[in-house]
């Protein structure tokens, strides 16, 4: 083999070392100095997730149009905006469910979520919660939890393992947040519908997602289960970071009610129409036109 093809093979080597690293955080400093590890969320600037200039087209038809958001660590955002607007094809993107025609989706500085499969995202930390409650309806509630938990694949349990004393009060504390401990026993499929919802949550929790996304989640409740709903994710805020869809007023006036200043943003036609208060977003003359208004 001559120099050259020995130093063109080097260079390719290298090449697809750095293009590894690069695939999940690419070794950059944190704070203090301190190196990020592989995989793990760099949070040095702030925020917890990234979009730029996203588009998604279906045949010509763009769902999404140059989308650009940022979400800050621990922080809960409400985005609200007219069917189609291209709220869950925006979430499909973030999970790695669809792949955008062009643009950039950062997990905090260093993770690439384009790179990644929709495995890969829910290891890393992102937990979405669907429209549709998908729990085992045959398990107790307290067996769901503990499925959830073994499923997580940096719990290095079998299913038929026994659960840990930490584990144990892990559950314990979910059940909990969730206002479900006096049902742990029960069978899910005898649960409400908003229980259902707030099982499938709690199933999310039991990986401890550091992002959780959640499209429409008081769809059908009750008003009762829709004010413990906007609780339990008050509760989650700043721990974890939530972006939540919805289209039900009510329920953003109950997410915000704690800090008038919480921004909130409309999506319209694929893009941000409007990013604000809920104040200044209902205030807006676009936004009233093309959703508040109708
Ligand atoms: N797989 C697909 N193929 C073709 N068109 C699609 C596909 N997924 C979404 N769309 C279109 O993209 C647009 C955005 O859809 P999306 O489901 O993201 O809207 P949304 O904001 O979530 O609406 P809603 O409030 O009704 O849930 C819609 O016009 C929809 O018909
Ligand atoms: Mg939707």
């Given at each position: 083999m001559t120099p050259?093809?020995?130093?063109?093979?080097?260079?390719v080597r290298q090449a697809y070392v750095e293009r590894e690293q690069e695939?999940?955080?690419?070794?950059?400093?944190?704070?203090?100095?301190?190196?990020?590890?592989?995989?793990?969320?760099?949070?040095?600037?702030?925020?917890?997730?990234?979009l730029d200039d996203i588009t998604v087209s279906f045949d010509g038809f763009k769902a999404l149009d140059a989308l650009s958001l940022s979400i800050d660590a621990g922080e809960l955002r409400c985005i609200i905006g007219p069917n189609g607007a291209g709220k869950t094809t925006m979430m499909d993107v973030i999970t790695g469910k669809t792949r955008p025609d062009a643009g950039r989706a950062h997990f905090g500085s260093t993770i690439d979520l384009l790179r990644l499969r929709e495995s890969e995202v829910a290891r890393a930390g992102i937990g979405r919660k669907f429209q549709k409650p998908s729990v085992f309806e045959h398990l107790t509630v307290f067996e769901n939890l503990e499925l959830a938990l073994k499923a997580d694949r940096r719990v290095r349990a079998s299913v038929f393992s026994r659960l840990s004393g930490a584990q144990l009060d892990r559950i314990g504390e979910v059940l909990t947040?969730?206002?479900?401990?006096?049902?742990?026993?029960?069978?899910?499929g005898l649960l409400s519908h908003g229980q259902k919802q707030w099982l499938e949550i709690g199933m999310l929790l039991m990986q401890d997602p550091r992002l959780l996304l959640l499209d429409e989640p008081v769809a059908g409740m009750t008003?009762?289960?829709?004010?413990?709903?906007?609780?339990?994710?008050?509760?989650?805020?700043?721990?974890?970071?939530?972006?939540?869809?919805?289209?039900?007023m009510k329920f953003i006036h109950e997410l915000?009610?704690?800090?008038?200043?919480?921004?909130?943003?409309?999506?319209?036609e694929g893009s941000v129409l409007a990013e604000g208060s809920l104040a200044e977003v209902q205030a807006n003359d676009k936004v009233v036109e093309v959703y508040l208004g109708r």
């Open positions: 050259e093809l020995l130093e063109a093979g080097a260079r695939r999940f955080s690419g070794g950059r400093t944190a704070s203090y100095g301190r190196v990020v590890q592989p995989g793990e969320l760099d949070l040095t600037h702030g925020a917890i997730l990234y947040l969730i206002h479900l401990k006096d049902q742990a026993e029960r069978t899910a008003d009762e289960e829709t004010e413990r709903t906007a609780e339990l994710f008050l509760s989650l805020e700043g721990e974890h970071s939530l972006v939540v869809v919805e289209h039900d915000t009610r704690d800090n008038p200043k919480k921004k909130v943003t409309v999506l319209h």
